[in-house]
Every structure is written in structure tokens, then in C-alpha cells.
């Protein structure tokens, strides 16, 4: 019998898969131990289901095409094709939480750490305190 294509694909799609997954907890894990810390960001991989949204207490999660808030300044949306996270807001949930709310609410697996937003813990601290002051 002749296999169809995909079947000859899952197999290597399930490994690229498995060694994607263990690279990001990997990465997330090396950088927040070493005491330096990633804003979250998201990829096309979203269906903005909006799950994550809910989870996060500095109110950094946005639906597609949605203004977003600093202070109450309205700025113009980061993402017009799926829900996106503002770094300016984001902090880990550094000041909440031991951990980021938003990435396990993922069915998609589409939250991970944004390399090109490396912060301290104190840098993450300043940020959350300056919510408080000025305002989500
Ligand atoms: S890591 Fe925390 S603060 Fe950052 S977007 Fe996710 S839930 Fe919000
Ligand atoms: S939970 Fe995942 S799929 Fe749903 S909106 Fe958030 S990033 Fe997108």
C-alpha cells in the first residue's frame, strides 16, 4: 500500500515539535536563572482565542487591531493579525507572580520569550512600579 505524504511528514513534524518545545523552556529557564529576564511575545502561531489575556495582571495582552494603554495614552496596536503583548507593560509577571500567567493559558504554544527584549529583575521591578504609578 502506498503511504500518503503526510504520514512520511508527522513523524518529523513530532520531533521538531518535541525539540521546540524543550528549546524554549530551555531558554526561558537559562536566561531567568542567570537573573536576566525576556518580555513574552507572540507568534503566528496564535489564534486569538484570547486565553491569555485573562491571566495577565498588568493588563499587556491586546486583541488584533486594539489600541492599547499606557497612563491612559492610547497608542496604536502592535499587531493587526493576531493578539500581541506590549513590552512596554510586560514584565514576567515579575511583581505578581514566581512565573508568566499567559504562557501555560497558550493551547497553541505561540507565547515565548521575545530575545530581543533582554530586562533585569530590577529593570522589571522599576517597570512594574511605574504601572502602578501611572496607571494599565
Ligand atoms: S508574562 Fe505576565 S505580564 Fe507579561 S504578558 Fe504574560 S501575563 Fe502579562
Ligand atoms: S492564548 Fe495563545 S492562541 Fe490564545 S490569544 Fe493568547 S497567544 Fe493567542
Known sequence: ????????????YLVFKTIDY???AFLLNYISSGGFFMA???????????ACEAECPNTAI????LAYNIGGQEYAALSEEHT??????????????D???CIPACPTEAILADPSHVE?????IAKKENLDLVGR
Open 99 to 101: 512565573e508568566p500567567q
Open 1 to 12: 500500500m502506498v503511504k500518503q505524504f503526510s504520514e512520511y511528514l508527522y513523524l518529523p
Open 40 to 50: 513574552i511575545m507572540i507568534t503566528d502561531e496564535c489564534i486569538s482565542c484570547n
Open 22 to 24: 524543550f528549546w524554549k
Open 62 to 65: 491586546y486583541s488584533p487591531g
Open 120 to 124: 533585569t529583575k530590577e529593570e522589571l
Open 84 to 97: 500581541y503583548i506590549v513590552p512596554d507593560k510586560c514584565t514576567e509577571c515579575v511583581g505578581f507572580y
